[in-house]
């Protein structure tokens, strides 16, 4: 079903939220994230959130956001409708959320992913992400994670280009876990600039 165009990448609207809830909750099931969850983090997340669509919808979305150490971006999640997975959407959302963090004065990107998830994680690993760390019942009881982490040239790449993957990206012992709660603490771009971004 559905066209083989490529997406339209944009910000997210608040309007937006409840086509991103059932695409969580396609992707996820229980684990995606609530329209509640999806509402807190609207605002922090400002002008990083992405979202991917055609004529036909909503699709796919990557929500990324500064953490409290300004310089290191997070991607909090990122889902492709399975009804255009396989099609080159998750490599062109996740190459516009580095772009813009990098974009944004961010040096070290994070993201956590399920050991078990390989298909998401050579996707991050084939863009540079390396293994840095292990957060232990992160999601609950039995629920740990693994984090990645792409380390960031300061030289910026032209645009669509990957950054050059750095060999190793040290685990970051002052990372406890509060900063996925402290989305906010980084200056953010105004969510006006987002619209501007991809026009
Ligand atoms: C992970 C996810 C975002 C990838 O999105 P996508 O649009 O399918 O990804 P792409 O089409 O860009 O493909 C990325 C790579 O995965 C491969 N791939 C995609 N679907 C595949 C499938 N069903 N079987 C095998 N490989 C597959 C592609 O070949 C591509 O690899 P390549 O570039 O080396 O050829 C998507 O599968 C998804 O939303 N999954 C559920 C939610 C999830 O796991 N999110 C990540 C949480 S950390």
């Known amino acids: 079903m559905g066209t083989n165009e490529p997406p339209r990448l944009r910000g997210v609207l608040k309007e937006d939220l409840s ?4 695409l969580e909750a396609t992707a996820f099931g229980t684990n995606g994230l609530t329209r509640n969850a999806l509402d807190v983090i609207f605002d922090p997340s400002g002008a990083f959130w992405l979202l991917a669509e055609d004529e036909e919808g909503v699709w796919g979305h990557s929500v990324n956001a500064r953490g409290e150490d300004p310089h290191v971006g997070w991607i909090l999640g990122m889902a492709v409708h399975p009804e255009r997975q396989g099609r080159g959407w998750g490599r062109i959302l996740l190459q516009a959320s580095i772009d813009r ?6 040096n070290v990107i994070r993201l956590l992913v399920k050991r078990t998830n390989k298909l998401a994680y050579r996707l991050y690993e084939s863009f ?6 292990e957060r232990a019942d992160h999601f609950g009881p039995g629920e740990d994670r693994l984090v990645m982490s ?5 030289e910026k790449p032209p645009k669509g280009q990957s950054s050059p993957p750095f060999p190793q990206v040290p685990v970051d012992p002052q990372d406890t876990g ?16 987002a619209q501007k971004w991809y026009s």
């Open 19 to 22: 086509a991103i809830a059932d």
């Open 178 to 193: 509060r900063t996925l709660n402290g989305v906010a603490a980084g200056p953010q771009i105004p969510r006006d600039d």
């Open 150 to 154: 792409l380390l960031l040239s300061t």
């Open 101 to 106: 963090l990098q974009d944004s004065d961010i």
């Open 128 to 133: 540079g992400f390396v293994d840095s760390g």
